[in-house]
């Protein structure tokens, strides 16, 4: 099974703060995701990417950044961070293009406060 | 606009009933449907999946039926147990380009004795 690991899992940070999430996939998949879930909206792209120095937005990228540096990693980036936020973030990847099937890892939560 | 919508955000049944998860979506290119699980403070997992080739899949307790026509499609669980207890996503996308999986806003079942 796909192994995904996100550090921190917990973090809090003010606002305007400078917050990097990490991901990294042990399973040589291709496809990355990062995805914040709220309540009310069920899980919503940030951004993806299918291979190392590709970037491709999401439906929600305002505020984030991106960056994949190897296959294995990826990584969110907040440079000014807001409460808005304020959220529960997943990192996926997947084998084959277009995500049909999604391993997540097991979150970070993060608050700006 | 919300591409996939389940309208119902929480759900109650009985130990022994059937639970029936709704959703909805609004792009016909959609082809490749999926139910996702969540436990509280965990990570999603694919549960079940189907393309649009086929009416109805069974694995177990679980039953997903498409409705092309109606661009519908549900997530029957017979036999339902506490340990169904969970967040349910719904999720569709378009297999045939690299398209993004697009979840809907989830509903919490609680499978109560």
């Known amino acids: 099974e796909a192994a995904v690991t996100q550090s921190p899992r917990n973090k809090v940070t003010v606002t305007g703060g400078n917050v990097t999430l990490s991901c990294r996939q042990t399973n040589s998949h291709n496809y990355m995701y990062w995805y914040r879930q709220d309540t009310g909206h069920g899980l919503r792209l940030i951004h993806y990417s299918y291979g190392a120095g590709n970037l491709q937005i999401g439906d929600v990228p305002d505020g984030y950044k991106a960056t994949r540096t190897t296959q294995e990693d990826f990584f969110l980036l907040l440079e000014l961070a807001s409460p808005s936020q304020t959220s529960l973030y997943f990192c996926?990847?997947?084998?084959?293009?277009?995500?049909?099937?999604?391993?997540f890892g097991a979150g970070t939560r993060l608050s700006v406060l | 606009g919300q591409q996939v919508k389940q309208s119902s955000p929480s759900l109650t049944v009985q130990e022994g009933g059937i639970s029936i998860l709704n959703c909805d979506y609004e792009n016909d290119m959609f082809d490749y449907f999926a139910w996702y699980k969540k436990y509280p403070d965990n990570s999603p997992t694919l549960l079940i999946s189907?393309?649009?080739?086929?009416d109805k899949r069974e694995d177990g307790r679980l039953t997903v039926f498409l409705n092309k026509s109606g661009k519908h499609f549900s997530l029957h669980i017979t036999a339902s147990q506490p340990e169904d207890t969970a967040v349910y996503l719904c999720?569709?996308?378009?297999?045939?380009?690299?398209?993004?999986?697009?979840f809907g806003q989830g509903t919490s079942l609680s499978v109560v004795p």
């Open positions: 189907v393309r649009s080739n086929v």
């Open positions: 996926a990847s997947s084998p084959d293009w277009g995500g049909n099937t999604l391993y």
């Open positions: 999720a569709a996308r378009i297999s045939s380009s690299f398209s993004k999986l697009v």
